[in-house]
């Protein structure tokens, strides 16, 4: 895939650099900057395009989504510092106070903006490891587990082999299932205060990896249970009840728009009001199920 850049303006980058330190601006600096962040989101996109080919439009989009914003923020950013000099440019002496401080909250907006863009990073992170949440409602939500089971099994067995290759050679030098970048981020891992124990993957990523693994697979046995299913309809004496299992909601459907007292004791259940399936609804769940049975108790009270 093509990668997109978006244009950094150097001159405002050089003018704001001025407004900020006395030493020389280096030509194209920013732009480099720029460039070699947006390089890391299409690294990872190519990674989910080389392993995922199923989501690699998903991701080429949220990288380019990424290189767009973000360079947005960066020329911002040089907007911002242009508001008004550093005190230490401009000199104590009628120092304009209240334009700084205007100055100052907009760098914080940015800054809180920049943080925001770093979330696609982690949206294409999540998709290349398998931690993206799947809505159970998706239309290929069972592959899509499927594939995150198999993407966290393969983890678990790359986690364990460089622990094992690390255990035998007391080096990551050479480690077959790692990449030369896999290796220099461990190594640096490796060195800092929280990584207690002499192993490249520590006890705790290899044992909540293992839960998510169960989790994941156990729910994909109930949603396979649940889709071959038919969807089933019956009436009670308040509503309609839908089953719903190919968009896995349990549906209440109501004759007229039920009266206040009682929209929110649906609500209390878990019920919301879908105005695009016209009817309340949850995600069909036995804990859906268990709220059904005390809805119905509920409103057989209120009518009684």
Known sequence: MERKYYTIDEKAARQAQGMWSFSDYVTGSKTAEYKQLVDKAYDLADQVAEEK???AEEVYSLADRYARKLADNFNADSRINLMCPSVMI??????????????????ERNHQEYQNIQKYLEKIRKILYGSDIIKSDDKDAVEKLQEKLDSLQKRQEQMKAVNAYYRKHKTLDGCPDLSPEDIERLKQAMKADWHYQDKPYLSFELSNNNQNIHATKARLERLKAAKEKETTDYDTEHFKVVENTEMMRLQLFFDGKPDVEIREIVKRNGFKWSPKNECWQRQLTGNAKYSLKCLIKQLDQLAG
């Open 53 to 55: 080919p199923d989501r």
């Open 90 to 107: 401009a000199g104590p002496a009628n120092f304009p106070v209240k334009k700084k401080e205007k100055q100052n909250r907009a760098a």
